[in-house]
């Protein structure tokens, strides 16, 4: 009787053999100074993935003064860990291959370059050849490779000759850099990358556009006038982005179709890119359903804002790393008709939200999602009790340098919610603008790259003096 179990292939093969190569995990830096810095490593990584290079993880994005040849523009670096069949050269003529396919020309080494893609490391293999070496020599010494491989790797080894010596070892001996890497997201072809660690940096006001009929007294919308009436005045008032929703959160409303949902969020997000005074503006869509996001990224939305950062839809992640936008994760449990029974954090409040949120990131990332192209939002009002949204906004700071978490901008949503009310003593939600103006200000203080805020005029203000007094 024929046996299958080690048979062996015409060419003399056995089965086993026939899964083709092992594949090789390495690590590859990323770096470009000219044109579209960001959108060209982008378009690298794109480039490497149809190669059959498979980007897994990526870092942040750190924008860095140049070296040796300091007559020129700011380099923007960063580092992806990726899965591969080829051998190192092979590695290495493939990313050369890249380069030229993006235009590189190589006229000044060390010079201004539209992409620039090293192996840093392969396979924890030691490669020594005229063309290559590997590790790369310039690791220990170059906190613009460093930092991103260190982000990816922090507890791992990088040269196999001394594993006892860690990534996060070599970066903790390099001196202060004379001038500090800033790591950037990018939100939209209209809007400068925000600069999460730049201390220097403005608060970027959000205003909220929620097209619910719970939300009408809040949002003022009641006819088309209106809407545009409400566009335009987010246009003057200086606001640079506007959050679009069609499903209300609240506890104990019912959920909205997904007819309902994209009838009310879509025709906006068409609207605000065709009236003159709105179309430059940044776009999100506040959903947390995909086909939601995939519509509205197609009538032009920028960022995805989902509450449930892609629990509630698993189709959420995969979508948003195929459209390569921005997407903002929020902290919340359960879903909005449970997430008010969720509130005991026996951990601990701040180390639970930044236990959930790191592993947040980490589906996103294993989704596809650069991690330049991830905002985060601790969920005030979201399976939170009204001590534990004040909890939030004094420890904020403490979130964002959170191991893990550092470099990742923030996104703060206090405006007019219920536990402002109970503190005031105010209880109708538009006239909350007083107490709501204390949570921006804690928020800028705590930290906050974006506060999403009803009061766009009176925020903004608030925001402009917060940001004076802290991020001089």
């Not at 196999?160 to 850099?177: T, V």
Request: glycine share 8%; charged share 25%.
């Amino acid at each position: 009787m024929a046996t299958t179990s080690s048979a062996a292939t015409p060419c003399g093969c056995s089965g086993a053999a026939r899964a083709g190569p092992r594949l090789k995990k390495a690590y590859i830096a990323l770096g470009s100074n000219v044109g579209d810095r960001v959108a060209m490593i982008e378009q690298a990584c794109r480039e490497m993935d149809s190669r059959g290079i498979h980007v897994l993880r990526t870092s942040g994005l750190w924008e860095t003064a140049p070296m040796y040849v300091l007559e020129q523009e700011k380099f923007v670096n960063g580092a992806c860990e990726v899965e591969t069949e080829l051998e190192p050269l092979a590695l290495l003529d493939a990313l050369q291959d890249i380069e030229k396919a993006l235009g590189r020309v190589k006229l000044i080494d060390k010079g201004p370059r539209s992409i620039d893609l090293d192996i840093l490391m392969y396979d924890n293999q030691k490669v020594d050849n005229e063309r290559l070496q590997v590790p790369h020599v310039g690791i220990p010494e170059r906190e613009f490779v460093l930092r991103p491989l260190a982000e990816l790797i922090p507890g791992e080894p990088i040269d196999p000759a001394r594993p006892w010596k860690l990534a996060q070892d070599y970066l903790n001996e390099l001196p202060p850099s004379p001038e500090p890497l800033t790591p950037l997201t990018p939100l939209s072809p209209y809007l400068a990358p925000i600069a999460a660690l730049d201390g220097k940096r403005k608060t970027h006001i959000m205003g909220i556009l929620n097209i619910t009929p719970d939300s009408f007294s809040d949002g003022g919308i009641t006819t088309p006038e209106n809407l545009v009436e409400r566009l335009l005045h987010f246009a003057q008032s200086g606001a640079t982005m506007i959050d679009v929703g069609g499903q209300s959160t609240s506890p104990g409303t019912p959920e909205a179709t997904l007819e309902e949902e994209l009838g009310r969020v879509i025709p906006v997000i068409k609207l605000a890119r065709k009236l003159p005074q709105t179309a430059r503006m940044t776009l999100s869509v506040d959903t947390y359903r995909a086909a939601v996001a995939e519509a509205a990224v197609a009538a032009g939305a920028d960022i995805v804002n989902d509450v449930s950062a892609g629990q509630l839809d698993p189709a959420m992640l995969p979508l948003v790393a195929h459209l390569g936008k921005t997407v903002c994760l929020m902290h919340m449990r359960g879903d909005p008709r449970t997430m008010a029974s969720l509130t005991d954090y026996p951990e601990g409040l701040i180390p639970t939200i930044a236990t959930d949120l790191l592993a947040r990131v980490a589906e996103a990332e294993a989704a596809g999602i650069r991690r330049w192209r991830i905002v985060l939002d601790p969920g005030i009002g979201f399976a939170k009790t009204g001590d534990q949204n004040l909890e939030i906004l004094r420890e904020l700071d403490t979130l964002r340098r959170w191991p893990g978490l550092e470099g990742i901008p923030w996104l703060v949503g206090s405006s007019r919610k219920g536990f402002v009310g109970a503190v005031t003593g105010v209880k109708t939600p538009g006239e909350r603008v007083w107490g709501t103006a204390a949570t921006v200000t804690a928020a800028v203080q705590g930290g906050a790259d974006i506060v999403r805020v009803h009061d766009v005029d009176e925020m903004g203000l608030v925001a402009k003096m917060s940001d004076a007094i802290w991020r001089v």
